[in-house]
Protein backbone atom coordinates (compact mmCIF):
# COMPACT_ATOMS: atom_id res chain seq x y z
CA UNK A 1 0.00 0.00 0.00
CA UNK A 2 2.70 2.46 0.65
CA UNK A 3 4.44 1.71 -2.42
CA UNK A 4 2.18 2.66 -4.62
CA UNK A 5 1.23 6.28 -2.69
CA UNK A 6 3.18 8.17 -4.46
CA UNK A 7 2.08 7.21 -8.08
CA UNK A 8 -1.61 7.60 -7.11
CA UNK A 9 -0.61 10.81 -5.81
CA UNK A 10 1.34 12.10 -9.09
CA UNK A 11 -1.74 10.53 -11.05
CA UNK A 12 -4.02 13.28 -9.10
CA UNK A 13 -2.04 15.93 -9.49
CA UNK A 14 -1.68 15.60 -12.73
CA UNK A 15 -5.32 14.90 -13.14
CA UNK A 16 -6.25 18.64 -11.28
CA UNK A 17 -3.43 20.27 -13.32
CA UNK A 18 -4.88 19.40 -16.60
CA UNK A 19 -8.83 20.34 -14.89
CA UNK A 20 -7.23 23.77 -14.37
CA UNK A 21 -6.06 23.79 -18.19
CA UNK A 22 -9.27 23.25 -19.98
CA UNK A 23 -10.05 25.62 -21.67
CA UNK A 24 -14.00 26.45 -22.89
CA UNK A 25 -14.82 26.63 -26.56
CA UNK A 26 -17.11 26.08 -28.81
CA UNK A 27 -19.86 23.46 -27.90
CA UNK A 28 -18.87 20.27 -27.51
CA UNK A 29 -15.01 21.20 -27.53
CA UNK A 30 -12.52 21.28 -25.21
CA UNK A 31 -8.90 21.73 -25.53
CA UNK A 32 -6.41 20.12 -22.47
CA UNK A 33 -2.74 21.19 -22.22
CA UNK A 34 -0.38 18.88 -21.59
CA UNK A 35 2.26 19.50 -19.35
CA UNK A 36 5.53 19.06 -21.08
CA UNK A 37 8.18 19.49 -18.29
CA UNK A 38 8.79 17.37 -14.99
CA UNK A 39 8.20 20.44 -12.94
CA UNK A 40 4.39 20.67 -13.78
CA UNK A 41 4.05 16.83 -13.45
CA UNK A 42 5.57 16.36 -10.43
CA UNK A 43 5.23 20.16 -8.89
CA UNK A 44 8.15 21.94 -6.60
CA UNK A 45 8.73 19.00 -4.41
CA UNK A 46 12.73 18.25 -4.39
CA UNK A 47 11.90 14.50 -2.56
CA UNK A 48 9.65 13.18 -6.06
CA UNK A 49 12.39 14.43 -8.73
CA UNK A 50 13.40 11.88 -11.06
CA UNK A 51 17.57 11.12 -10.77
CA UNK A 52 18.78 11.93 -14.52
CA UNK A 53 19.04 9.55 -17.02
CA UNK A 54 22.44 8.94 -18.53
CA UNK A 55 22.07 6.78 -21.69
CA UNK A 56 25.74 6.46 -22.79
CA UNK A 57 27.95 6.07 -19.49
CA UNK A 58 31.53 6.02 -19.97
CA UNK A 59 33.50 2.31 -19.65
CA UNK A 60 34.49 3.42 -15.97
CA UNK A 61 30.83 3.82 -14.94
CA UNK A 62 29.42 1.00 -16.78
CA UNK A 63 32.19 -1.57 -15.30
CA UNK A 64 32.52 0.14 -11.46
CA UNK A 65 30.76 -2.96 -10.26
CA UNK A 66 33.71 -5.09 -10.57
CA UNK A 67 35.78 -3.24 -8.67
CA UNK A 68 33.98 -4.19 -5.72
CA UNK A 69 33.57 -7.50 -6.07
CA UNK A 70 35.76 -10.70 -4.93
CA UNK A 71 37.44 -11.71 -8.39
CA UNK A 72 38.90 -8.47 -8.64
CA UNK A 73 42.86 -7.76 -7.98
CA UNK A 74 44.89 -4.36 -8.68
CA UNK A 75 47.47 -4.48 -11.23
CA UNK A 76 51.02 -4.65 -10.45
CA UNK A 77 52.94 -1.09 -10.05
CA UNK A 78 55.16 -0.28 -13.24
CA UNK A 79 58.59 -0.36 -12.46
CA UNK A 80 60.52 2.84 -11.79
CA UNK A 81 61.99 4.25 -15.14
CA UNK A 82 65.85 3.65 -15.21
CA UNK A 83 68.98 5.74 -16.44
CA UNK A 84 69.81 3.45 -19.22
CA UNK A 85 66.70 2.64 -20.60
CA UNK A 86 65.63 6.26 -20.78
CA UNK A 87 66.53 7.84 -24.39
CA UNK A 88 68.34 10.71 -24.26
CA UNK A 89 65.92 13.81 -24.55
CA UNK A 90 66.19 15.84 -27.84
CA UNK A 91 65.74 19.64 -27.91
CA UNK A 92 63.26 21.17 -30.06
CA UNK A 93 65.94 23.38 -31.46
CA UNK A 94 67.32 20.69 -33.22
CA UNK A 95 63.74 18.89 -34.07
CA UNK A 96 62.88 22.35 -35.69
CA UNK A 97 66.36 22.39 -37.50
CA UNK A 98 65.79 18.47 -38.79
CA UNK A 99 62.31 19.28 -39.88
CA UNK A 100 63.37 22.46 -41.56
CA UNK A 101 66.42 21.03 -43.28
CA UNK A 102 63.78 18.11 -45.04
CA UNK A 103 61.79 20.55 -46.12
CA UNK A 104 64.03 22.81 -47.37
CA UNK A 105 65.60 19.61 -49.23
CA UNK A 106 62.21 19.03 -50.65
CA UNK A 107 61.22 22.56 -52.06
CA UNK A 108 62.66 24.58 -54.69
CA UNK A 109 64.89 27.58 -53.11
CA UNK A 110 63.65 30.86 -54.94
CA UNK A 111 65.75 34.02 -54.44
CA UNK A 112 64.78 37.60 -53.02
CA UNK A 113 65.41 38.62 -56.58
CA UNK A 114 62.41 36.54 -58.00
CA UNK A 115 59.74 38.06 -55.50
CA UNK A 116 57.15 39.70 -57.87
CA UNK A 117 57.77 36.99 -60.88
CA UNK A 118 54.56 35.43 -62.35
CA UNK A 119 56.27 32.26 -63.05
CA UNK A 120 55.87 31.21 -59.24
CA UNK A 121 51.91 31.18 -59.31
CA UNK A 122 52.48 28.64 -62.30
CA UNK A 123 55.09 26.31 -59.86
CA UNK A 124 52.03 24.10 -58.69
CA UNK A 125 53.13 20.26 -58.49
CA UNK A 126 56.54 21.23 -56.36
CA UNK A 127 57.01 22.88 -53.18
CA UNK A 128 59.10 26.51 -53.29
CA UNK A 129 60.00 29.38 -50.52
CA UNK A 130 62.22 32.17 -50.68
CA UNK A 131 65.45 31.56 -49.05
CA UNK A 132 68.81 34.03 -49.49
CA UNK A 133 70.68 32.32 -52.14
CA UNK A 134 72.69 32.97 -54.96
CA UNK A 135 71.28 31.88 -57.97
CA UNK A 136 67.68 32.46 -59.02
CA UNK A 137 66.09 28.64 -58.26
CA UNK A 138 68.42 26.39 -56.26
CA UNK A 139 66.91 22.76 -57.52
CA UNK A 140 69.66 19.98 -55.41
CA UNK A 141 72.64 20.45 -53.99
CA UNK A 142 74.33 20.67 -57.12
CA UNK A 143 71.90 21.91 -59.72
CA UNK A 144 70.73 25.21 -59.84
CA UNK A 145 68.97 27.64 -62.35
CA UNK A 146 69.06 31.40 -63.56
CA UNK A 147 66.16 33.32 -64.86
CA UNK A 148 66.52 35.60 -67.91
CA UNK A 149 63.85 37.20 -70.29
CA UNK A 150 65.06 38.46 -73.57
CA UNK A 151 63.09 41.90 -73.12
CA UNK A 152 65.08 42.27 -70.04
CA UNK A 153 68.44 41.08 -71.77
CA UNK A 154 67.94 43.89 -74.08
CA UNK A 155 67.75 46.40 -71.78
CA UNK A 156 70.76 44.76 -69.40
CA UNK A 157 72.99 43.08 -72.16
CA UNK A 158 75.56 42.21 -69.43
CA UNK A 159 73.48 41.28 -66.46
CA UNK A 160 73.73 37.34 -67.48
CA UNK A 161 77.31 37.52 -67.59
CA UNK A 162 78.17 38.81 -64.35
CA UNK A 163 74.91 36.68 -63.09
CA UNK A 164 77.11 33.32 -64.07
CA UNK A 165 80.10 34.98 -62.39
CA UNK A 166 78.34 34.76 -59.38
CA UNK A 167 77.59 31.24 -59.71
CA UNK A 168 81.62 30.38 -59.81
CA UNK A 169 82.39 26.76 -59.84
CA UNK A 170 79.90 25.73 -56.78
CA UNK A 171 76.85 23.67 -58.64
CA UNK A 172 77.56 20.46 -61.45
CA UNK A 173 74.72 21.65 -63.08
CA UNK A 174 73.85 25.49 -64.22
CA UNK A 175 70.58 25.90 -66.09
CA UNK A 176 69.91 29.57 -67.62
CA UNK A 177 66.21 29.38 -67.96
CA UNK A 178 65.18 31.91 -70.85
CA UNK A 179 62.05 33.39 -71.00
CA UNK A 180 61.16 34.15 -74.88
CA UNK A 181 58.91 37.33 -75.10
CA UNK A 182 60.00 39.24 -77.59
CA UNK A 183 59.28 38.75 -81.45
CA UNK A 184 62.40 39.19 -82.80
CA UNK A 185 64.28 36.37 -80.80
CA UNK A 186 67.41 36.15 -83.64
CA UNK A 187 70.21 38.68 -82.25
CA UNK A 188 69.13 38.25 -78.57
CA UNK A 189 68.85 35.04 -78.20
CA UNK A 190 72.36 34.44 -79.95
CA UNK A 191 73.84 35.95 -77.65
CA UNK A 192 72.57 34.31 -74.72
CA UNK A 193 73.38 30.72 -76.37
CA UNK A 194 76.80 32.45 -76.70
CA UNK A 195 77.74 33.27 -73.20
CA UNK A 196 75.84 30.16 -71.82
CA UNK A 197 78.06 28.07 -74.26
CA UNK A 198 81.54 30.05 -73.28
CA UNK A 199 80.36 29.41 -69.56
CA UNK A 200 79.25 25.55 -69.41
CA UNK A 201 75.75 26.60 -68.96
CA UNK A 202 72.68 24.54 -70.23
CA UNK A 203 70.38 26.81 -72.30
CA UNK A 204 66.64 25.66 -72.03
CA UNK A 205 64.00 28.21 -73.81
CA UNK A 206 60.95 28.58 -72.55
CA UNK A 207 57.66 30.24 -74.51
CA UNK A 208 55.28 30.96 -71.42
CA UNK A 209 55.84 31.46 -67.68
CA UNK A 210 53.94 27.99 -67.51
CA UNK A 211 56.47 26.24 -70.02
CA UNK A 212 59.18 27.64 -67.72
CA UNK A 213 57.61 26.59 -64.42
CA UNK A 214 57.13 23.07 -66.16
CA UNK A 215 61.00 22.86 -66.36
CA UNK A 216 61.65 23.67 -62.93
CA UNK A 217 59.67 21.12 -61.56
CA UNK A 218 60.57 18.19 -63.86
CA UNK A 219 64.47 19.14 -62.97
CA UNK A 220 63.51 19.58 -59.40
CA UNK A 221 61.28 15.91 -59.28
CA UNK A 222 64.03 14.02 -61.45
CA UNK A 223 66.50 15.38 -59.62
CA UNK A 224 67.79 12.07 -58.04
CA UNK A 225 66.66 9.84 -60.98
CA UNK A 226 69.05 8.23 -62.32
CA UNK A 227 69.79 8.30 -66.46
CA UNK A 228 68.77 4.96 -67.03
CA UNK A 229 64.99 6.49 -68.34
CA UNK A 230 66.70 8.12 -71.04
CA UNK A 231 69.09 5.48 -72.10
CA UNK A 232 69.09 3.38 -74.54
CA UNK A 233 68.27 -0.18 -73.56
CA UNK A 234 70.73 -2.76 -75.07
CA UNK A 235 69.90 -6.94 -75.03
CA UNK A 236 71.70 -8.80 -73.72
CA UNK A 237 71.30 -12.10 -75.42
CA UNK A 238 72.77 -12.13 -79.28
CA UNK A 239 69.53 -13.46 -80.91
CA UNK A 240 68.06 -9.83 -79.87
CA UNK A 241 71.14 -7.66 -81.17
CA UNK A 242 70.75 -9.68 -84.27
CA UNK A 243 67.55 -8.57 -84.67
CA UNK A 244 67.67 -5.34 -83.92
CA UNK A 245 71.10 -5.30 -86.30
CA UNK A 246 69.33 -6.98 -89.64
CA UNK A 247 66.15 -5.61 -88.87
CA UNK A 248 67.68 -2.17 -90.08
CA UNK A 249 67.83 -3.31 -93.33
CA UNK A 250 64.37 -2.88 -95.52
CA UNK A 251 61.80 -5.12 -95.89
CA UNK A 252 63.56 -7.67 -93.29
CA UNK A 253 61.60 -8.92 -90.77
CA UNK A 254 61.81 -10.71 -87.38
CA UNK A 255 61.10 -14.04 -89.11
CA UNK A 256 63.58 -13.78 -91.61
CA UNK A 257 66.18 -13.12 -88.92
CA UNK A 258 65.47 -16.37 -87.29
CA UNK A 259 65.39 -18.25 -91.00
CA UNK A 260 68.76 -16.53 -91.44
CA UNK A 261 70.17 -17.02 -87.92
CA UNK A 262 69.07 -20.68 -88.28
CA UNK A 263 70.72 -21.24 -92.01
CA UNK A 264 73.88 -19.62 -91.43
CA UNK A 265 74.26 -19.91 -87.63
CA UNK A 266 75.95 -15.84 -87.14
CA UNK A 267 76.17 -12.45 -88.33
CA UNK A 268 79.53 -13.32 -90.27
CA UNK A 269 78.06 -16.15 -91.94
CA UNK A 270 75.44 -14.17 -92.98
CA UNK A 271 77.90 -11.56 -94.54
CA UNK A 272 80.24 -14.25 -96.26
CA UNK A 273 77.15 -15.94 -97.84
CA UNK A 274 76.80 -15.53 -101.88
CA UNK A 275 73.11 -14.33 -103.11
CA UNK A 276 72.76 -18.27 -103.93
CA UNK A 277 72.83 -18.94 -100.75
CA UNK A 278 70.55 -16.09 -99.56
CA UNK A 279 67.93 -17.31 -102.23
CA UNK A 280 68.01 -21.02 -100.95
CA UNK A 281 66.45 -19.73 -97.53
CA UNK A 282 62.84 -20.00 -97.55
CA UNK A 283 60.94 -17.03 -97.12
CA UNK A 284 63.79 -14.81 -98.45
CA UNK A 285 62.76 -13.56 -102.18
CA UNK A 286 64.44 -11.89 -104.74
CA UNK A 287 64.34 -8.32 -103.03
CA UNK A 288 65.42 -9.58 -99.68
CA UNK A 289 68.03 -11.07 -101.41
CA UNK A 290 69.49 -7.94 -103.29
CA UNK A 291 68.66 -5.62 -100.46
CA UNK A 292 71.20 -7.81 -97.85
CA UNK A 293 73.88 -8.47 -100.17
CA UNK A 294 74.10 -5.16 -101.43
CA UNK A 295 73.62 -3.87 -97.93
CA UNK A 296 77.07 -5.94 -96.96
CA UNK A 297 79.12 -5.74 -100.40
CA UNK A 298 78.19 -2.40 -101.13
CA UNK A 299 81.11 0.71 -100.81
CA UNK A 300 81.60 1.68 -97.29
CA UNK A 301 82.04 4.98 -98.79
CA UNK A 302 79.67 6.36 -100.90
CA UNK A 303 80.73 8.53 -103.97
CA UNK A 304 79.05 11.37 -104.34
CA UNK A 305 76.48 12.46 -107.33
CA UNK A 306 77.46 16.19 -108.09
CA UNK A 307 77.92 17.30 -111.33
CA UNK A 308 81.30 18.22 -112.36
CA UNK A 309 82.75 21.41 -111.88
CA UNK A 310 83.53 23.23 -114.54
CA UNK A 311 87.26 24.20 -114.58
CA UNK A 312 87.97 28.18 -115.87
CA UNK A 313 90.28 28.48 -118.79
CA UNK A 314 94.53 29.05 -117.64
CA UNK A 315 96.22 31.81 -118.93
CA UNK A 316 98.89 31.03 -122.01
CA UNK A 317 101.87 30.95 -119.67
CA UNK A 318 100.53 28.85 -116.60
CA UNK A 319 99.25 26.30 -119.36
CA UNK A 320 102.72 26.16 -121.03
CA UNK A 321 104.32 25.72 -117.35
CA UNK A 322 101.40 22.86 -116.27
CA UNK A 323 102.63 21.36 -119.66
CA UNK A 324 105.89 20.99 -119.05
CA UNK A 325 105.35 19.68 -115.27
CA UNK A 326 103.22 17.20 -116.51
CA UNK A 327 105.59 15.46 -119.02
CA UNK A 328 108.55 15.66 -117.15
CA UNK A 329 105.84 13.90 -114.45
CA UNK A 330 105.31 11.18 -117.23
CA UNK A 331 109.02 10.57 -117.67
CA UNK A 332 109.74 10.20 -114.30
CA UNK A 333 107.06 7.46 -114.38
CA UNK A 334 108.11 6.17 -117.56
CA UNK A 335 111.93 5.94 -116.25
CA UNK A 336 110.74 3.87 -113.09
CA UNK A 337 108.52 1.07 -115.05
CA UNK A 338 111.69 0.48 -117.15
CA UNK A 339 114.16 -0.02 -114.14
CA UNK A 340 111.23 -1.71 -111.94
CA UNK A 341 109.46 -3.86 -114.99
CA UNK A 342 108.15 -6.30 -112.74
CA UNK A 343 106.31 -3.90 -110.58
CA UNK A 344 102.46 -3.56 -111.37
CA UNK A 345 100.22 -0.74 -109.94
CA UNK A 346 98.06 -1.51 -107.43
CA UNK A 347 94.18 -1.33 -107.81
CA UNK A 348 92.53 0.17 -105.02
CA UNK A 349 88.86 -1.50 -104.17
CA UNK A 350 87.10 1.18 -102.27
CA UNK A 351 86.90 -0.47 -99.16
CA UNK A 352 83.24 -2.57 -98.08
CA UNK A 353 81.37 -2.79 -94.31
CA UNK A 354 83.13 -6.63 -94.48
CA UNK A 355 86.74 -5.11 -95.12
CA UNK A 356 85.83 -2.15 -92.80
CA UNK A 357 85.22 -4.51 -89.91
CA UNK A 358 88.41 -7.23 -91.06
CA UNK A 359 90.39 -3.54 -90.59
CA UNK A 360 89.04 -2.72 -87.46
CA UNK A 361 89.10 -6.32 -85.72
CA UNK A 362 92.56 -6.35 -86.92
CA UNK A 363 94.24 -3.29 -85.21
CA UNK A 364 92.27 -3.74 -81.86
CA UNK A 365 94.06 -7.15 -81.71
CA UNK A 366 97.43 -5.69 -82.41
CA UNK A 367 96.45 -3.19 -80.06
CA UNK A 368 96.23 -5.43 -77.70
CA UNK A 369 99.11 -7.77 -78.86
CA UNK A 370 101.26 -4.39 -77.89
CA UNK A 371 99.96 -4.30 -74.65
CA UNK A 372 100.61 -8.00 -73.52
CA UNK A 373 103.87 -7.81 -74.52
CA UNK A 374 104.77 -4.09 -72.76
CA UNK A 375 103.04 -5.77 -69.36
CA UNK A 376 104.97 -8.84 -69.88
CA UNK A 377 108.69 -7.74 -70.22
CA UNK A 378 108.63 -5.89 -67.12
CA UNK A 379 107.93 -9.74 -65.81
CA UNK A 380 110.64 -11.14 -67.59
CA UNK A 381 113.39 -8.56 -67.02
CA UNK A 382 112.56 -9.21 -63.10
CA UNK A 383 113.06 -12.93 -63.35
CA UNK A 384 116.44 -12.43 -65.47
CA UNK A 385 117.94 -10.26 -62.85
CA UNK A 386 116.46 -12.72 -60.51
CA UNK A 387 118.28 -15.71 -62.22
CA UNK A 388 121.87 -13.04 -62.33
CA UNK A 389 121.73 -12.87 -58.81
CA UNK A 390 121.39 -15.90 -57.99
CA UNK A 391 124.59 -17.13 -60.62
CA UNK A 392 126.45 -14.84 -59.00
Known sequence: M??????????????????????GGRSGQ??????????????????????????????????????SSEFYTPPPAPPPPSSET??????????????????????????????????????????????????????????CALYISLRYHLLHPDYLYYRIRELQNN?????????????????PLLEVTRTAMLHDCTLLCGWSFEECARYLETL?????????????????????????????????????????GSTFGSLSGIMDASMEDLARCPGIGERKVKRLYDTFHEPFRR???????????????DRNAEEASTSAHDTNEL?????????????????????????????YAEKVRRQDTKDTSPER?????????KDG
Open 220 to 260: KVYENKPSDSIREHMHTDYLSRLNHALTSIRHVNKTDVVTL
Open 303 to 317: VSSRPASVIPETPVK
Open 30 to 67: NIVRVPTSPREVFGTAGSSTPPPHNPYPSFSEAFSFIK
Open 86 to 143: TPPSVPPSTVSSVSGSCQNRNSILVSQRQKGNPLLKHVRNVRWMFADVVCDYLLGQSS
Open 335 to 363: AGQLTNPSGSRKETNPPNIRSALNAAFAK
Open 171 to 187: YKLRVVLCHVDVEDVVK
Open 2 to 23: LKGLPEAMSIERLARSAGNNMV
Open 381 to 389: GKSGNGKTK
